[in-house]
């Protein structure tokens, strides 16, 4: 199983990313998948998650700014993230929503005011 996030980087506040999850050996459309956050000094956090038949849910601090999708043409699970904040900064990860495999190296988003 193999997990590749894209898509970080710096934006100012207010301003909008897409992070991208590409996954092999697991078929993201058969699984709950999550996008995770971890700040610096902060454990790892759920944002948002996606079940295997496309409903969704997101953590309080990012409704109705971020939204999870995927393609399962592409097998790979989206986050759009708009509005953003200085506190949305940190390395996101995906996995899948219960029973992790390994991690992937993340992605780094930071959000400057």
């Known amino acids: 199983v193999q997990l590749v996030e894209s898509g970080g980087g710096l934006v100012q506040a207010g301003g909008s990313l897409r992070l991208s999850c590409a996954a092999s050996?697991?078929?993201?459309?058969?699984?709950?998948m999550g996008w995770y956050r971890q700040a610096p000094g902060k454990q790892r956090e759920l944002v948002a998650a996606?079940?295997?038949?496309?409903?969704?849910n997101y953590a309080g601090s990012v409704e109705g700014r971020f939204t999870i999708s995927r393609d399962n043409t592409k097998n790979t699970v989206y986050l759009q993230m708009s509005s953003l904040k200085p506190e949305d900064a940190g390395v996101y990860y995906c996995?899948?929503?219960?029973?992790?495999?390994?991690w992937g190296q993340g992605t780094q988003v930071t959000v400057s005011s």
């Open positions: 996606i079940n295997s038949g496309g409903s969704t």
């Open positions: 996995n899948q929503r219960y029973a992790f495999v390994s």
């Open positions: 050996g697991i078929i993201v459309s058969t699984r709950a």
